[in-house]
Each structure stands twice: as structure tokens, then as C-alpha cells.
């Protein structure tokens, strides 16, 4: 026992354990915790009961350095009650107040069972039990009351799920945390166990939802053997309530059927997709759907034969629809011929088609008009499609704010978008959504993200798609707990990090409603030079727009009215000079250099101020953390150390060589006060950096 406990706080903190640790808690307390949760009464017969089972074990035996007495039926004197009206007879009188709480709600509730303390821990289901335990365990690990405990939760979103753009050869587009997770070599045999650690961290932010391959989509992924491997994965992850999704190529029926066409009018077509949903649900009973990426960035499609998107979604849905199975089609479309404004381009392509889908078909959209900016108002799809249900799509991965390297919390910028009015002071982007998808930053990486905080952000995803009401600083807060240490003086300063931390790269990258101004295909580092090439929308003086008088995209009625696609009073706002929010002002505005802000300087002047004060937001992330050097354990204090190291090399590069080029643009000098950059522009613009992680190749 006392070389376990040894080595327990010897072991070497990687990371791999995430927001689980279940790391012993400070004596007094675990003692409190031992003695309230001693005997525990979990059922046992189901694939999801054995988990939430061993999961509380392992919890219990971890936090409070004791295990728990298991038992399957009622114990003389239970302390903790784990189940539902079927499993359990002491929680069968709480049926009718637990089916208020939907199919994946539970409800933990401090109560006295024949004159004795008991916990429960209840619910409809036993995926809503498996919540609980997990919601249990973070209460436990945060140090929280036990006292008069009682909480109800449902998810407000039914589809809560990540997006691997993992390709079939291990490859991950837009990934920084190492080759993908899936073996599809070794897979269907081998089942590594990180398979279940990863359905384990899912299930306990409530993820509930996987699409296993890269929206760029290979058709092999539908082959036999292919869906033979998935079904594998399946099996792995339906104990913990997590479905299955592939993405697909919308010309698989040529590529893998032989068929001549993909014409979503060819009876041959919708055939072929019928019988491969048939045999994808023979394999995988409760799969659950296709993401498509049609007609986008070279992507086969509907519009390939005269088609409309509706068209393509519906002939996958009806294959679908017998099954229970959802088609998520990607709002993420632009056209061949470069249009006027690229972030006009979804809006202007299906909000006509609002009520022409198959019920079972949802629109994915991602956040912002263009592609997951640093900032970018709210996508205008959201309240504009009422009758078709909406998926937002975030980037849990960092593809534009540092990739893995950089610490950004992504929570604020989740929030921003969730909070933001569609229409009047009710209606919000929340209120729009039937679901959340997050563009996942896992891979074969240790700390399974890159780095020890970026976790943080495939935790806030999935908090945020449970409810997306809660508090973003407040979820940062118990990941840290979890992560590091309870104790406040650790907790504090890592939230005020983190909490600051994506206003800061919005600061070093593009302040001031800026976009699109990274360097050219892997989008490493600063380009805001980047010009001609194939497409005028890939380049970044087609967003910014700078010029000797003034920078930002006019996208007002003078300009190219992108604003016009938001409901009138947010329209009036957003383009209005006077009322626009200065975060956005560069995206709608085109503004004289001399402008004045709301600080009293020019526009040029506050430009150049912003990008130095998000180099000094590194800094300052830089002495908070040193601070915490005897309170974090070695071996992760060094790695962030050194990533932020990197981080203030690098948010240093963006400064000066965006502060370089705006100024050959501007011919202005710079604010007092203010360095020049230490090379000249053309040093800046000449950096390659052929082998970036992520980009695709
Ligand atoms: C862009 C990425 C590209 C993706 C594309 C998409 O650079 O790798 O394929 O989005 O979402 O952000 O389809």
C-alpha cells in the first residue's frame, strides 16, 4: 500500500489521463468523500452500466486513495445510488420525475433512504447515469459540497459531435497533435485501449457523437472492409453513448459502385446509396449518418449535374431515413468563379432552400461566414433558416490561432458566437442549433491534443454543446481543477490565462475585425501580403484591403452588402460606422487610417497597438505561469514553458511583420513608443515553411 501511494504521486504527469486524473485529494477531504460514498449500489448487466460502474470504482479509489465497496443490489446501508427505474428498485419511485428529463438527463439528489444519507445518482436511462457519474466525479474533483446536492440536467442540444478529418492513411488535415487515433491497419483484430479512454473523456463532457473521417472524404471509408473497421469502433464507443458518422464522397457510387454517374436523379444512384445504407446498418445498428462536403474546394457534388444541394442531402437522407440515420450537409460551399464576396457565398447558396430538405437532413454551418478567423461575426444562416435544423461547426483544433503551440481558449470565442442576437434582444445563434460539431484536435499525441492546455478546448466543446449557457470562465475552472490542481491559487491564475488568451492571438494575429491573413496553404504565421494565385478569396489583400488611405472589406450597402444578409436591426448595426462593434469594425468597414476610436487614437495608431499589446498578453501569460512553477508538477510546467515560449517568438513574428507591411501600405510612422520591426518587410515575406504540420498534403 505504501509503495502504490508512492509511485501514485511519483507517476509521471503526461497528460494522457486529461481531465480523469482522479489524483488524490487533499486528506481531510478525500476522508469526507470516503466516508459519505463507501458503499455503493451499481448495476452491472448492460455494456453502459458495467462503464459508469467502473468508472465511479476507479474515480472513488483515485480521489480518495480507498476504494469503494461495489455493490449490484441493494446494500443493507448504501451510501451512494447509481441507476434507473429499471435498474434499480430504490430509484424506480423517481420514474415519472425522471422521464422530465429527457433520454440523456439524469438528476443527483443528497437523500435519506430508511433514516440514512444517501446520494443518488439517477436516470431515465442508463446513458443519463453515466452523465451523472461523470458529472459526480467532477463535483469530487473540484472539492465540491456534497450537502443538500441536487442537480437536473438535460442537454439543451441533441447532437454533440466531434469531426476527425482523419484520412485513411493516418494523416490528419489540419491536425498538430500527431497521426490520427484510428489504426485502420491493425482495426477490426486490435482494439487499442485508447480507443475506450477517448469514448471515456467524450462521454464525460456528454460528446455524443463521432464522424470518424476527414470531410475531404475518401470513398474507400464505405468499402467492406473499411466499414467493417468502423463497425469495430462502434462497438468500442456505444458503452458510452457515443454514435458513429462517416463522411462521404458524393461520387462513391463511380468510385466504389462502378456506376457511370452520381446523379442524385439516377435511379441506379439512389439504389446503390440505399443498399450501402443497408449494409452499413447491418454492421452498425445504431450508426449515425453521413457529413457530407459537397461542391466545396474541388469537392465532388449535386451541382455536378445540374443539382441543387437539397437535391444531393436528400438522396442521402432517404437512404437514411429508414434506418433513423441523419445526413449533416456542410453549408460550407463557395463557388468556381470568384464571386464578390466570398462570405456572402453560403447564405446566398441555401438560405432559398430553407424547408426543401428531407427532415432528416441538418445544415452544418460553421461558426463565421469565411473560416473559423481568429474573429468573425456570427455566421447570417443562424436564424435564417427556421424551418431546417442547424449544426454549428467550431474548430476545436487551432488551424488559424497557433495551432497546437499557441495557448488559445476557445471558450470565449464559442460563447461569443452562442451569444450572439440573430435578430432583436431574444433570439441567439443558441437558440438556432439542433446541434454542435466540433472539427476535433485529437491525435496519437500523448497529451492526445498537442500540448497540455489545448485539451481544455475539446473540454469546452463539449460542455458547451450540453448547454450552451454556461459560463466559459467557469468551465475553465473546473479543467483546470481537474487538470492541474483544486487548490484556488493554482486554479486562479491558469483561468485568468486562459481566459485571456484568445483575446490576446485576436490581438498579435487580426486585430480589429482583420481576417484571412495568414501565410498561403498551411496558414502558418503571418501573410498579410498574400496575393494572386488561383483564387482572388485565397489571398489576403482580398480581405483586408489596405491601401495608402485606409484598410477593411466595405461589406455595407456601398460595399458588397454582406451585411444585408442579416436580419435588419443587427444589418443597421453592424453597418453603421458609428455602432459597428470595434472588434468587427475592419470586417465590415472599409476606414480611413486617420479614424478615430473609442480610445482617441487613429485608427493606424490603435492598429499597431493592438498587435504590441498582444505580444505584451504573451508576456504576461508567460509570469503567471512562472508563478505557478512549484505548484504544477515539473514535467507539464516545462512543456508549457517552452510552449510559450514559442508562442511569444511567434505572436512577436506576427507583430512585426504585419506591422512591416501595413506600414509600406500606410506610409505612416509609428506611434510613439512604438519598435520597428527588426527586418525589413521583404525578409518577412521571403520565410518558407515547407513542411508545416496539417495542411493537407
Ligand atoms: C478549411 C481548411 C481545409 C478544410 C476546409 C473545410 O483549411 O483544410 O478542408 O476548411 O472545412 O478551413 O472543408
Not at 456505444?238 to 439516377?266: C, H, M, N, Q, W
Not at 441506379?268 to 453521413?290: C, L, S
Request: charged fraction near 20%; charge should be negative.
Amino acid at each position: 500500500m505504501a509503495l502504490l501511494a508512492c509511485t501514485g504521486t511519483v507517476r509521471a504527469e503526461d497528460g494522457y489521463a486529461l481531465w480523469m486524473r482522479y489524483a488524490p485529494l487533499e486528506p481531510a477531504l478525500a476522508a469526507d468523500y470516503h466516508t459519505r460514498l463507501a458503499e455503493v449500489v451499481a448495476p452491472d448487466q448492460t455494456p453502459i452500466q458495467h462503464a459508469a460502474r467502473e468508472e465511479l470504482e476507479r474515480g472513488l479509489t483515485g480521489l480518495t486513495g480507498s476504494a469503494p465497496r461495489m455493490h449490484v443490489a441493494p446494500a443493507i446501508n448504501p451510501s451512494l445510488v447509481i441507476g434507473t427505474p429499471q435498474s434499480s428498485t430504490l430509484i424506480a419511485p423517481l420514474r415519472q420525475e425522471l422521464d422530465a428529463l429527457g433520454d440523456e438527463g439524469y438528476l443527483l439528489r443528497q437523500t435519506r433512504i430508511d433514516g440514512r444519507d444517501v446520494l443518488l445518482v439517477a436516470a431515465p436511462r442508463d446513458i443519463g447515469v453515466l452523465y451523472g457519474v461523470f458529472h459526480l466525479l467532477r463535483l469530487l474533483q473540484t472539492g465540491a459540497s456534497l450537502d443538500a446536492l441536487e442537480v437536473r440536467e438535460s442537454p439543451r442540444m441533441r447532437l454533440r459531435v466531434l469531426n476527425h478529418w482523419d484520412n485513411l492513411d493516418g494523416y490528419v488535415e489540419r491536425g498538430y497533435a500527431g497521426r490520427s487515433l484510428w489504426d485502420w491497419q491493425t482495426l477490426p483484430e486490435w482494439r487499442n485501449p485508447r480507443y475506450t479512454d477517448y469514448a471515456r473523456a467524450n462521454a464525460s463532457v456528454g460528446i455524443n457523437g463521432t464522424v470518424l473521417n476527414n470531410v475531404n472524404a475518401n470513398a474507400q471509408s464505405l468499402a467492406p472492409d473499411y466499414l467493417a473497421k468502423a463497425a469495430t469502433l462502434a462497438d468500442t464507443f456505444r458503452p458510452y453513448g457515443i454514435r458513429v458518422y462517416l463522411s462521404v464522397r458524393f461520387s462513391a457510387p463511380i468510385e466504389l459502385g462502378g456506376l457511370k454517374t452520381a446523379d442524385p436523379r439516377d435511379p441506379e444512384v439512389q439504389r446503390w446509396w440505399q443498399h450501402k445504407a443497408d449494409e452499413i446498418y447491418a454492421r452498425i445498428p445504431d450508426f449515425g449518418g453521413f457529413l457530407v462536403k459537397a461542391n466545396s474546394e474541388g469537392q465532388p457534388g449535386p451541382q455536378d449535374y445540374g443539382r441543387s444541394h437539397a437535391e444531393g442531402a436528400n438522396l442521402l437522407a432517404d437512404a437514411l431515413a429508414p434506418h433513423g440515420g441523419v445526413v449533416m450537409w456542410r453549408a460550407f460551399v463557395y463557388a468556381h468563379d470568384v464571386p464578390a464576396d466570398r462570405a456572402t457565398q453560403a447564405y446566398t447558396e441555401f438560405a432559398g432552400l430553407d424547408g426543401a430538405f428531407r427532415p432528416n437532413v441538418i445544415l452544418q454551418v460553421k461558426n463565421g461566414p469565411i473560416d473559423f478567423q481568429p474573429r468573425e461575426p456570427f455566421h447570417p444562416l443562424f436564424g435564417a433558416m427556421p424551418r431546417t435544423p442547424l449544426v454549428m461547426e467550431v474548430q476545436i483544433t487551432k488551424e488559424y490561432l497557433g495551432f497546437a503551440t499557441h495557448l488559445v481558449y476557445l471558450g470565449p470565442l464559442y460563447e461569443e458566437v452562442l451569444q450572439s442576437h440573430t435578430r432583436g434582444q431574444s433570439a441567439t445563434v443558441a437558440q438556432a442549433l439542433t446541434g454542435m460539431a466540433g472539427v476535433a484536435n485529437i491525435g496519437m499525441d500523448r497529451t492526445w491534443s498537442g500540448s497540455h492546455f489545448d485539451p481544455a478546448n475539446w473540454y469546452a466543446f463539449g460542455r458547451l454543446a450540453w448547454n450552451p449557457q454556461q459560463s466559459v470562465r467557469a468551465i475553465a475552472a473546473d479543467w483546470a481543477a481537474m487538470t492541474f490542481s483544486p487548490d484556488p491559487a493554482v486554479v486562479q491564475p491558469i483561468v485568468g490565462m486562459m481566459m485571456g488568451s484568445r483575446e490576446a492571438a485576436v490581438n498579435y494575429m487580426t486585430p480589429l475585425g482583420l481576417h484571412h491573413l495568414m501565410a498561403r496553404g498551411h496558414h502558418y504565421g503571418p501573410g498579410p501580403w498574400v496575393d494572386g494565385g488561383p483564387r482572388a478569396d485565397w489571398t489576403s489583400v482580398y480581405y483586408h484591403r489596405a491601401d495608402r488611405d485606409g484598410i477593411g472589406f466595405d461589406r455595407t450597402a456601398r460595399g458588397s452588402y454582406a451585411v444585408g444578409q442579416y436580419a435588419p436591426d443587427v444589418a443597421a448595426r453592424y453597418g453603421d460606422l458609428a455602432r459597428v462593434p470595434e472588434p468587427l469594425l475592419l470586417w465590415f468597414h472599409h476606414v480611413p487610417w486617420e479614424h478615430r476610436m473609442a480610445s482617441g487614437r487613429s485608427l493606424w495608431d490603435e492598429l499597431v497597438g493592438r498587435y504590441s499589446q498582444g505580444v505584451r498578453q504573451v508576456q504576461d501569460m508567460q509570469a503567471t505561469w512562472a508563478s505557478l512553477g512549484g505548484r504544477v508538477d515539473p514535467q507539464r510546467h516545462a512543456q508549457v514553458t517552452a510552449f510559450l515560449r514559442i508562442q511569444l517568438r511567434e505572436a512577436q513574428w506576427w507583430r512585426d511583420a504585419s506591422v512591416a507591411y501595413f506600414q509600406s501600405v500606410s506610409g505612416r510612422p509609428l506611434p510613439a513608443g512604438e519598435s520597428a520591426p527588426p527586418h525589413p518587410l521583404g525578409w518577412y515575406e521571403r520565410l518558407q515553411f515547407p513542411s508545416a504540420p496539417g495542411d493537407g498534403r
